[in-house]
């Protein structure tokens, strides 16, 4: 007997041909799924269209599209029990790498014809669900100057130029961020980013050993850098960390993991929530242990740790009622 599924399609992510992709997807899920397309346009995007499938008490959804997609259609699903089947066509893709989904449509649809489900962290941040990250400053910035016409054209690369880019115009702010037990507060820094799941490419999540995304935790990484020269040494070191699963150990990268925090910089500060700009700081975000049921293999966990010193000017007042 065939599922019920809904199949959320983007027909302008990524660089690859959407009709024959779309063929591939139908040929190798339709003999296991009963399948409802609905297709994306600018009015209408993935977090509608995966609302409304869950609203008709659908068996499965699965998105095939960019991070923004299966980002949208992941938060739909969070705290519901319906499977989500992640078919990347993006250019980062980095919603598979971090979940260690497959990559290929080929393989992502396998995944979902055989794989088990697994229950994997979600956040809330502002009130709106979170699969990947929040970024605050910098990250927030690189994403917003990442065109897409700059990511047909140059891919993988446009995120490190937009980076670059960025570099020369950087402007430390001041950041206090409260946990359950302590407030960190430091003068001037350039980037905060709370990460429930991210890929090593997500250079500004890498502080900790190893992101975690089953772990009930967030992953908190803060950077501070004085001039372009430090922003590149540090990028570079987050990058090596990131790939290597090491914690950050530079001076200005602090990191720490937590069940939920409050983020306030002054001046305010753009938040990126899973690739998209939501508004400005400042931001909560709370970890929903096991909010997603998604299909993916499992993988090894790292000890929780923490680092804050070296970070310029930083105070760490723990709180008397912990
Ligand atoms: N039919 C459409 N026409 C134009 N824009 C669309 C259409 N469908 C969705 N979109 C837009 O596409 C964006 C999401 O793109 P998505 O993240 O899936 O792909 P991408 O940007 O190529 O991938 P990545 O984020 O991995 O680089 C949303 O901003 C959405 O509004």
């Known amino acids: 007997m065939t599922r019920k599924a809904c199949l959320i399609f983007n027909p302008v992510a990524g660089q690859s041909d959407p009709n024959q992709d779309l063929e591939t997807i139908k040929v190798l899920l339709s003999p296991e799924f009963d399948l409802d397309i ?21 068996e499965v959804i699965i998105a095939a599209g960019g991070d923004g997609t299966l980002s949208a259609a992941a938060a739909a699903t969070v705290g519901t029990d319906i499977p989500l089947g992640a078919i990347s066509r993006g250019t980062a893709n980095a ?16 995944a979902i014809l055989t794989g088990k489900t697994k229950k994997v962290d979600a956040a809330i941040c502002n009130g709106k669900a979170m699969v990947l990250l929040a970024g605050v400053g910098f990250e927030a910035e690189t994403v917003e100057n990442t065109s897409r016409q700059l990511k047909n054209r140059w891919g993988m690369l446009a995120y490190v130029m937009a980076g ?19 407030i960190i507060r430091s003068p001037a820094v350039n980037a905060v980013t709370v990460a429930n799941a991210a890929p090593p490419t997500s250079i500004l999540a890498q502080g900790p050993a190893g992101i975690i995304y089953d772990d009930g935790l ?11 020269t430090d922003a590149i040494a540090t990028s570079y070191h987050l990058l090596q960390t990131g790939r290597s699963g090491d914690a950050a150990s530079l001076d200005k ?70």
């Open 38 to 58: 609905q297709i994306t346009s600018q009015e209408v995007d993935a977090d509608e269209l995966a609302q409304k499938a869950v609203e008709r008490g659908v």
């Open 95 to 110: 919603f598979a790498a971090a979940l260690n989904l497959p990559s290929t449509i080929e393989a992502a649809c396998r």
């Open 164 to 182: 670059v880019q960025q570099l020369s115009q950087l402007e430390a702010f001041e950041v206090e961020i409260e946990t359950d037990d302590k």
């Open 218 to 228: 967030l992953d908190v990484t803060i950077v501070a850098v004085e001039k372009w």
């Open 253 to 322: 990268i602090g990191y720490l993991r937590t069940k939920r925090v409050k983020i306030t910089t002054q001046p305010p500060q753009k938040v990126v929530l899973d690739g998209e700009i939501i508004g400005t700081t400042p931001i909560e975000v709370e970890c929903v242990p096991d909010g997603l049921t998604i299909c993916i293999p499992e993988t090894l966990a790292e000890e929780p740790s923490e680092k804050l010193e070296g970070l310029p000017g930083v105070e760490v007042e723990m709180k008397s009622d912990t």
